[in-house]
C-alpha cells in the first residue's frame, strides 16, 4: 500500500511538472525579445533568417561612379519573413533608380524586383547552411533593367568564430537577357566578416566578386560599420571600391533594418 501511495505521489508530482511546463514555457518565450537581423550593407548574406513570424524591412540609399555609367543612385529595399527558424522568404528590389551615361543621358525609374525562398540547415550552434533561391523581375525599363528574368540559386555558409562572424556566398544567375558571345550563367562569390566592437557598434570587411563567359569578371572590396540603435533597429553605413575596371569605382551607402512588430 505504501508504494502504490508513493507511485501515486510520484505520477500527480510528473504530471503537475507537465502541466507547470506547457504553461510557462510559452512565457519563456514572450519573454525573450526579438532582434533585428541584417543582411544589408554585404553582398553576402549570412545563413540565419530574420525573427519567425515577424516582418524585418531593410531600406537604404546608395550611390555608384565609375563603371559603364557614370553615376547611379538607387534607394534598394528587401521585405523579409521568416516562419520558422529554417524557412523564410524575402521580397525587395529598388524603389528608385537615376542613371547618367558617359554621353551625359540621365534616366530614372523604378528598379527590378525580387522574389527569393530561403532554407537554413544548423551544422551546430555556430555555424550553419543557407540555400537562397529566387527570380529578379523585369519590373524595370531600360536601360534600369535587363526587362528579362534572372534566376538564382546561393549557397550560404557561415560560421562564428571566437567574436568574429564569417558568411560565404556562393551563387550561380541564369542570366535572361544577353547579347552575342556572351554566357547565360554568371557566377558570384562573396566572403563577409563582422566584428562586434561593444554592444552598440560594428564593423565588417568583405570581398566579392563575378564571373561569367564573354563579360570582363568583377571585384570588390567593402567596408562597413553598424549601430545598433535598439535590438529591433540597426542601422549602417560604408563603402565599396572596385578592384579592377570593370566594378564601379567607388560605392557609398547608408540605411537600416528595421524588425517590425
Not at 68 to 91: E, H, I, N
Not at 100 to 108: K, L, M, Q
Not at 189 to 202: E, M, Q, Y
Request: glycine fraction near 12%; hydrophobic fraction near 40%.
Amino acid at each position: 500500500m505504501h508504494a502504490l501511495i508513493q507511485f501515486r505521489r510520484g505520477r500527480y508530482r510528473l504530471a503537475g511538472l507537465v502541466v507547470q511546463c506547457v504553461l510557462v514555457a510559452p512565457l519563456w518565450a514572450a519573454d525573450a525579445e526579438p532582434f533585428a537581423t541584417p543582411y544589408r550593407p554585404t553582398v553576402s548574406n549570412p545563413a540565419d533568417l530574420s525573427a519567425p513570424g515577424y516582418f524585418e524591412l531593410e531600406a537604404g540609399g546608395q550611390y555608384q561612379r565609375g563603371n559603364t555609367v557614370t553615376r547611379r543612385t538607387s534607394l534598394p529595399w528587401l521585405l523579409k519573413y521568416a516562419f520558422t527558424d529554417r524557412v523564410g522568404v524575402m521580397v525587395g528590389g529598388e524603389a528608385w533608380v537615376s542613371e547618367t551615361d558617359p554621353a551625359g543621358s540621365t534616366a530614372r525609374g523604378l528598379g527590378d524586383a525580387s522574389v527569393t525562398l530561403k532554407l537554413r540547415q544548423p551544422l551546430s550552434d555556430k555555424s550553419a547552411l543557407g540555400l537562397e533561391a529566387g527570380a529578379k523581375l523585369a519590373t524595370a525599363s531600360a536601360p534600369l533593367g535587363s526587362e528579362k528574368t534572372d534566376y538564382t540559386l546561393n549557397g550560404i555558409y557561415s560560421i562564428d568564430i571566437g567574436r568574429h562572424h564569417l558568411d560565404v556566398n556562393l551563387g550561380w544567375t541564369r542570366q535572361g537577357e544577353i547579347v552575342s558571345g556572351e554566357s547565360r550563367n554568371q557566377f558570384g562569390w562573396a566572403a563577409a566578416v563582422s566584428h562586434p566592437f561593444n554592444d552598440i557598434w560594428g564593423g565588417a570587411l568583405e570581398v566579392a566578386g563575378t564571373t561569367r563567359q564573354g563579360v570582363e569578371d568583377t571585384a570588390q572590396l567593402l567596408g562597413a560599420l553598424s549601430y545598433n540603435w535598439s535590438k529591433r533597429i540597426v542601422l549602417d553605413c560604408g563603402a565599396g571600391f572596385g578592384l579592377n575596371k570593370a566594378t564601379p569605382d567607388v560605392t557609398v551607402f547608408a540605411g537600416a533594418v528595421v524588425l517590425l512588430k
